[in-house]
């Protein structure tokens, strides 16, 4: 929650004395950063001592801050230099449980998700493993008024295991062919051995539900039986494990008939599948050696007139995606710099403190003691400073996540090209195939011609081929179908995705900046202080 | 910037003075030029003096010194001048690489500037004749007298520290026949000697943190370029108002790149060199500390001796020996000896009290000054900063409207 509190905190110098030399680490980190803060130091379990002892959850300011409030308008400053650290959320990242309002016209719909309480459980069959092996379940509360689940707004639960996760995210593959479906978490098989159960567990934890709120926030997605099933079946999630021909609804194939002609049947609904994991193995294999590769690279061969639209979409995304991870990267370097100057502008006010009291318990002189007092200050303004580095950073980290999330979702859209490529790989396929059943046609045409009285053998095959290349036909048509539709989804999900990328990063780029200038406002008011607390110096000095 | 004690420059003038102008010892350290080459090459710098002191050459004085020049100077007037505390120099040895880079350089003729002009400005050091021969000698008499004393005067701190050691635990109980180490116990000196120790581990450790902490400008700077840059080039892909948001804010990062650096250079300049200096001037008080403590060993040692001889004397003369000439004549030499060495140990107190003084009261300008610097120059890029960022504003909100 966002408060704004304008406190006058006027530290006492023994306050700052207390805070400084108290060794005791809260090690409260700040959830949502991405590079992990050092937690040893000394310095972080001050902050909250910093606060506003009012208001725990609010940063106080220092004083005179006629400046922010003249140029900034309230909401965004409030945003970037006010929003508490989420200590309450533990753990929840900073995605807003509502779903973004860009996609969803009206935004009374909601379909909030949270992951919490994670159980161990025992698997139950396969008794080979004395004692059995142990997974973990998560609660999964749903809390939504879209028509799919009743109307009228509703809270429900079901416990769900990463397995399950898998599979609905496999499931919505296949039948979103074209759209940019988020990721779903790694399986991260190492992690799971190598980290520490608890961590592992809540950093899963955590995951999912980033995940889960993303599906939450695709405009079409969200609306999927798939999610619904997962959301909201009690018991075992109902969604077939693996590829499951049979049980599918394709559009437009659904309405075609079966053709059962034999060995050589295809089934339509395959044929808007890719080959891989259907069971068309012959199929599989030609694709397989036609295909350059399913990635960026285009199929050969493709060089048809209206693909020229997304080769060029394609290029851009690419280009994009390099760049995007570029600034991502140096966005990394500039954050850690910036926590690298706070961390070591903190050392060197706490090696002023030291100086400080050094000075004072061993003060002969006047002058010490004078030089004491400057120290002080000194050290005062260092920690600030520092604090202020710190508290800047977990704000640009905050701000720059966004990159890191767009290089997510252009896997996504790396997923729907690909997608794309398959299916169109798909009807290639199927015309070549065409192409030499006719040509098969003609040659026993001909060699049955020569046999005066026809050919009774011949003419049967011929009679079955035909068969077959109606039957193709039909599929190649079911196939063209799909790969229409999965451009018209990358189409409409590629405008979707231009406008909200730039609104994100419009949005993304202001809050960096405002954070920025906010921050050095206040670390220009620190050491201004500190130049008129040592101005003495200079007027009399040579 | 660091004070010299001007206040006191003067006001032990000498009396033949004709010039009505109040007596003036100026002295810059400029114009450092590489010479030589390879291994042997060296900075040299042009020394020039003005002055109206008497017992100098002329109103003006230019002459090419090199760093060893100064080393000899400094060693001579710790030589010649126990008691007070000699202005440091900065450290001899540097990495290898950065013995030419043009900052290195720039410190270390800033640091030897201060360094002649604290001599230059002190009461007593500024007499020094040694001092006139560094000012005015001519280079082959300096080349001269600096092999001569190559060697015998080289005091490393490390060095120091040991024979501060020494003489707080053995040999001269071997001549006394005594076990307790040979110490003052003035409980005052006592806390001195503690304190000083004491300061100077406090003092590195904070100037360690400012040498850092220049370091860290100069990373942010180079981090916001690398930024600023792949920003733009992420803008020439995006194209179109946003694409033209994010070319302004890498053009501004990369503004801001610069005056990090700019920042980082006088934050060394003018916060970490005082710091430095700090550290530098404590150790040359553990010199002097040590000569304090030489020199009492000595009178005590001399005080011993001369009881033992007066016994010896005596016992002669009661036999009637004819060594009892001999002998007085020993006697007498010791004691003129050791009045000799008592005056001297005398003086050095004398002297390290109102040296005291002066330093702590020099060093909080000093200081003062040095703080104050760091706040301005910080202050400075703050403002720098969130006036850059704030003018990126309205260019912001004009490219999301569009």
Redesign the interface.
Known sequence: MMCIEETNLHESREEMESLILDDSSNGQSHSGAKLVLNHDDPLLSSSSSFMDPQNPNSISILSSHASFNA?LDPPSYAEAIFTSFDSSSNGHDQIPLFSSSNSNPRSSDYLQISVSDPQKEQELSNSLVPGGTTYYTYLITTRTNLPEFGGSGSEFSVRRRFKDVVTLSDRLSESYRGFFIPLRPDKSVVESQVMAKQEFVEQRRVSLEKYLRRLAAHPVIRRSEELRVFLEAKGKLPLPKSVDVASRVIDGAARLPRQLLGEEAIDVNEVAQPAKGGRDLLRMFRELKQAVSNDWSSVKPVVVEEDKWFLEKKE?LM??EQ??S??S???E??V???Q??GE??G??GL??V??TK?ETE?A??D??R??AG??K??AT?AVK?SRLYRELNGQTVKHLEKLHEYLGIMLAVNNAFSDRSSALLTVQTLSSDLASLHLKIEKLEAASAKIFGGDRSRLRRIEELKETVRATEDAKICAEREYERIKENIRSELERHDKE??DD??SM??G???N??GY??K??NV??T??E??????K??? | ?I??N?TLSGSSQSPRSPSSQPPYLSVSVTDPVKLGNGVQAYISYRVITKTNFPEYQGPEKIVIRRYSDFIWLRDRLFEKYKGIFIPPLPEKSAVEKFRFSAEFIEMRRQALDIFVNRIASHHALQQSEDLRTFLQADEETMDRLRAHETGIFKKKPADLMQMFKDVQSKVSDVVLGKEKPVEESDPEYE??KH?IF??EN??A??Q???Y??V???R??G???S??G???K??G???GN??GK??SE?GAKSEILSVKLQKEAHQLLMNFEEPLKDYVRAVQSIKATITERANAFRRQCELTETIKLKEINLNKLSLIRSDKVGEAEMEYNELKAESEEATRLFESIVRLMNEE??HF??R???D???A??E???G??RL??G??DA??S??PK??A??SS
Not at chain 1, 533 to 538: H, P, Q
């Open positions: 140029f851009k280009e994009f760049e995007l570029n600034v990267q140096q966005a370097l500039l850690k710099a910036q690298d100057m070591t502008m050392e060197l090696a002023f030291k100086l050094f061993e002969v002189f002058s010490q004078e030089r400057d120290m200050n000194v303004a400073s990328r730039h990063f419009m780029l202001r960096f900046v405002v920025q200038a050095a406002e670390m220009a050491w201004e500190l130049a607390e040592t101005n003495a110096y200079v009399d000095g040579s | 910037m004070s010299t001007r806390k001195l304190y004491e300061l406090h003092l450790e904070a360690k943190h400012a850092r902490l370091k860290r400008h990373e942010l180079q981090s916001l690398d930024f840059k792949a920003v080039l992420l020439a892909c995006e108002s946003l948001a994010f804010l005291l003084v702590q009261e060093k909080t300008l200081m003062g000054i703080f104050n760091f706040a301005r910080q202050a703050a403002n900063i969130a960022w704030r990126l504003l912001l909100d490219c999301s």
